[in-house]
């Protein structure tokens, strides 16, 4: 699937109550087919044929997870950001869920 250029805060997501909220497991919902496609790079190819259909995604930034987004000169964006508020993730029992990886991590963007 090639990616958009276009990507807000509000379009990333973590993929229900089994992957853990960390950079590497942030999917990106398709406004096309609704559909969830992973956007670290060395998860981009997983299920990229047909994308994934989650019960109960969790927003990113319910993980207290801010976004700045950086042009980059040679071409393409980097996704820079910063976890630096309180989460207000639960799990589906309602207990807190936090952001388990590092607070300030990069993804690069086409």
């Known amino acids: 699937m090639k990616l958009p250029k276009h990507i807000a805060l509000d379009d990333l997501f973590i993929i229900n109550d089994a ?25 981009r190819a997983i299920k990229d044929y047909y994308g994934m259909t989650p019960t109960r995604p969790t927003p990113i930034k319910d993980f207290g997870v801010r976004m700045v987004i950086e042009a980059n000169p040679e071409g393409g964006s980097t996704l820079k ?19 388990q990886g590092t607070t300030s991590f990069s993804i690069p963007w086409p």
């Open 19 to 43: 992957d853990c909220p960390e950079a590497a497991c942030i999917a990106r919902k398709s406004s096309k087919n609704g559909k969830f496609y992973y956007i670290h790079p060395k998860l």
């Open 81 to 99: 950001f910063t976890v630096d508020q309180a989460s207000t993730a639960t799990y589906r029992d309602g207990k807190p869920r936090r952001w």
